[in-house]
């Protein structure tokens, strides 16, 4: 089984306060729905997380271009590849269990960074997960893949 760690969480501000806003934080609550009080939460069936692995960030350093850390749209940021998993898998992060809904595969605004950039990070740019029940998730917890379809 693959192991790693939470290296960052990001929500996205509700209408309310700053709509649009990416914010980092230390952890959130979530449940089927996605993050309790982010601005996308009860929008979508599929995507209502996004979990991007530091093997992104590493592809784009290493071809020499800059973007900050979170500029890919990611709710969770974890050190370890978990790319290799597919729709179903199970991973627990903490105490919270995460199904594997499909990876992300929307590239078009990362041309704003770079026009090599969403050839560079295709099949690596993200993997949407869901809650499957209610839980919390921090940085620092421990991510470990409990089931792999």
């Not at 980092?24 to 997380?49: A, K, R």
């Not at 093997?55 to 990611?74: C, K, M, N, R, W």
């Not at 809904?101 to 026009?115: D, K, N, Q, R, S």
């Amino acid at each position: 089984m693959t192991n790693g760690k939470v290296l960052a969480l990001y929500i996205t501000m509700p209408s309310m306060m700053r709509s649009g806003h990416r914010m980092v934080c230390d952890d959130f609550d979530c449940d089927p729905d996605g993050i309790i009080g982010d601005m996308h939460y009860e929008t979508s069936e599929d995507q209502v997380m996004l979990l991007t692995c530091q093997t992104t960030y590493d592809l784009i350093e290493e071809a020499e271009f800059v973007i900050d850390q979170g500029a890919l749209l990611e709710n969770i940021h974890v050190d370890v590849d978990l790319y290799h998993l597919k729709k179903g898998s199970i991973i627990e992060i903490g105490e919270t269990l995460l199904e594997v809904t499909g990876p992300c595969e929307a590239y078009g605004y990362l041309y704003g960074f770079a026009p090599e950039i969403p050839e560079l990070i295709e099949g690596k740019r993200g993997l949407f997960v869901r809650p499957m029940d209610y839980g919390q998730v921090a940085v620092g917890n421990e991510v470990k893949v409990l089931k792999e379809v």
